[in-house]
Each structure stands twice: as structure tokens, then as C-alpha cells.
Nanobody, 129 residues
Framework: HVQLVESGGGSVQAGGSLRLSCAAS????????MGWFRQAPGKERERLTS????????YYADSVKGRFTISRDAAKKTLYLQIDSLKPEDTAMYYC???????????????????????WGQGTQVTVS
């Protein structure tokens, strides 16, 4: 099992930046993909970006390309999400998640498939005004 704890959220003005962190613990070697999701009130949860931990290959949703950057510090077992040029519509609860490898599935498919993620953090709130 993998435990995930997010931090770094807060209230910021439009145009600003934030860096979210996700500290992983437990059997982190089993986490093949790690990703960031968000859910705004009244909306469905959406995958923003994910990373294949073997190669650090990132996968971005089209809606966030250019403003969101995912990175990982394997030694610190920490996943990051840099968000630039924040907009009010970025206001949401941001979650970190991870999934184990699945036989027969490519890295790209696994990392992009939101329903595959089984380990979740408690979330960190981002509010943009």
C-alpha cells in the first residue's frame, strides 16, 4: 500500500503560481504511475497530469498543457505540481494519486486511465481570486 499526503495549497491571486507537493510513504516501489487530479464543487474529478515512475515520462491533459508541470523527486519520494498563471477556474481540491502496475497495459494507457488509480491523498485546497 501507498500513503499519500498533499500540501502546498492556499489562496492566491489570479496570475500567481503555486507548487503542490505530495509526500509518498509505504510500498512506494509499487507505484507505477503517480498523478494529480482536481475536483471543483459540482464538477467531476479530472485528471490533470501523471508521470510514469520508471522513466519519469509525463502525461498531460490537453486542458493544462503549458501551465502545469509535474515532477518527481524519487529520493524524497515526493511528487510535485507546479501551477503557473493561475486562473479563478483553477479553484478546486487537488489530489495526488498512485496506481500499481497492471500486466498487459502500456505506461501511457495506465497513467492516463483515471479509474486505475487506487491510492489517494486527502487533498489540498487551491483557491484563486
Amino acid at each position: 500500500h501507498v500513503q499519500l499526503v498533499e500540501s502546498g495549497g492556499g489562496s492566491v491571486q489570479a496570475g500567481g503560481s503555486l507548487r503542490l507537493s505530495c509526500a509518498a510513504s509505504g510500498d512506494t516501489r509499487s507505484a507505477s504511475c503517480m498523478g494529480w487530479f482536481r475536483q471543483a464543487p459540482g464538477k467531476e474529478r479530472e485528471r490533470l497530469t501523471s508521470i510514469y515512475t520508471t522513466t519519469d515520462m509525463p502525461y498531460y491533459a490537453d486542458s493544462v498543457k503549458g501551465r502545469f508541470t509535474i515532477s518527481r523527486d524519487a529520493a524524497k519520494k515526493t511528487l510535485y505540481l507546479q501551477i503557473d498563471s493561475l486562473k479563478p477556474e483553477d479553484t478546486a481540491m487537488y489530489y495526488c494519486a498512485a496506481t500499481d502496475s497492471k500486466p498487459g497495459l502500456s505506461a501511457g494507457f495506465l497513467c492516463r486511465a483515471s479509474y486505475m488509480y487506487t491510492y489517494w491523498g486527502q487533498g489540498t485546497q487551491v483557491t484563486v481570486s
